[in-house]
Each structure stands twice: as C-alpha cells, then as structure tokens.
C-alpha cells in the first residue's frame, strides 16, 4: 500500500460503512472500496485487521489502520480539514452531537437489530416500542437542532449526526415495513420526519445510497444469519 492511498474495507449494506463513505465523499477523497461479505465466513483481512472486534468497517491511510465508524468519521474530519466541516466548530455543539449518536448507537442499534431479527413476537414488540421511545428522544433534540429553518443537523451541509443517523433510516423504513409499524411519523416525530426528507435529498447520498429494494432482499437474507450467530442468540430471544 502505497503512503497516500486510502482504502476502505467494508460491506455495500452496512450502515456503519455508508457513514464512512459520506465522509470521504463529502471531502472529496478518493479511496478504494474494498468489498466484503456479510452473510459469509469472517474473511481474513477483517480478522487481521480488527482482531478485537473482528468487524467493518476498517479505514486505512498513511500506513494506520483505523477502526470504528464513529472513530473513522472523526478521523477523516481532523486528517482532512477541507470544508465542509463534519463536527462543529464549538465545543459544546461537538461534545452534544457525540452524545446524540453515542446514545444511538448504544440504545437504538441494539433494538434496530432485536426489531429485524428476533423470533419471539414479545421480544420484537418490546423492541419495537424501545425504538419508538428513543426517536421520540431524538425528536426533542431535533427539535431544538433543526430550528430556525435548518434542514440538517449540519446546517446546510451534513455534519456528524446526519452521517451518522442517517444511514439507519433505510433499516428503520424496512422495520416498518416488515412489521407494519410507522416509527418515523407526523404526530410523533415531525422534525425527523422532515430531516429524513432533507438527508435523502442530498447528492452524496443519492450518489452512494443502495437501492431500497436491494436493501429489503438483503435484510431477508440477513435475518437468518443474525439469528444463527451465538453472540447474538440471547439479545435476540432465541434459546433453542
């Protein structure tokens, strides 16, 4: 590998790896996508280079490997300096946004995955409603961020949150579809609602963005895998 280059490794449906991607696109970096496969045998360049995780993405540049999407989208904020800035400029605004997506990622993910996945109809109710509890959360902060007409948490470019909110919004669409719920709605979530509208309408997604069909034929694929796997059995109410 040459010094300079950048490379990505990572899986086309992974919403950890499209927060990536929006970074590096919205910097304008050239790199090289580096495909793997979810629904197979953890390949071995994943094994070596994340030994503690043993998952995707992995950022490589200038001879480091870097891990963690949250991480790797700070990193390529701090590497590259570049506008658009990612993360505010305040500290206080900065010290916020990380809050938000580390409460996302630590509360909603899990139930996103427990929604899409569990077997038991109880388990995946009660995922459902923790789903609906923590946008409403997201809501209020929203609420506040999006104010004085902001169509972005960034403003008028994507910043921290909407890269790394966003990317789970097509998950979310497929949970409702698959179990006929609406957790992104008017009288719940109006400012979500709104914001959602403004992050799909932006070029750098709909340049890097699967198709939503393409997404749902994979979830279904998906399903079983998750349910198979033993570090995942007992989150998702599975004890056969």
């Not at 992995?58 to 480091?64: E, I, Q, R, T």
């Not at 899409?116 to 609906?132: F, P, Q, V, Y």
């Not at 909110?165 to 992104?184: A, D, M, R, S, T």
């Amino acid at each position: 590998m040459e010094k300079s280059e950048v490379k990505l490794l990572g899986a086309w449906p992974s919403p950890f790896m499209l927060r990536v991607r929006i970074a590096l696109h919205l910097k304008s970096i050239n790199y090289e996508f580096i495909e793997v496969d979810l629904l197979g045998p953890k390949s071995e360049l994943v094994l070596k280079s994340n030994p503690i995780y043993k998952k995707i993405p992995v950022l490589f540049h200038d001879g480091n490997t870097i891990l963690e999407s949250q991480i790797i989208v700070q990193y390529i904020d701090e590497v590259w300096p570049n506008a658009p800035s990612i993360l505010p400029s305040d500290a206080a605004q900065r010290a916020d946004s990380r809050f938000w997506v580390a409460y996302f990622d630590d509360k909603l993910v899990p139930a996103l995955i427990i929604a899409l996945a569990a077997k038991s109809k109880d388990t995946k109710n009660a995922a459902i409603a923790e789903l609906e509890q923590g946008l409403v959360h997201l809501e209020e902060a929203a609420s506040t961020k999006l104010s004085k007409g902001k169509a972005l948490f960034g403003g008028e470019n994507l910043g921290y949150m909407d890269i790394a909110l966003g990317p789970f919004l097509v998950w979310i669409g497929i949970i409702e579809k698959l179990n006929g719920v609406k957790l992104l709605n008017e009288t719940n979530t109006p400012s979500l609602l709104r914001w959602a509208d403004s992050f799909f309408s932006h070029a750098v997604v709909k340049t890097i963005f699967p198709e939503v069909e393409k997404l749902i034929e994979f979830a279904m694929k998906l399903i079983p895998v998750l349910r198979a796997r033993p570090e995942l059995r007992l989150l998702l109410g599975i004890s056969d």
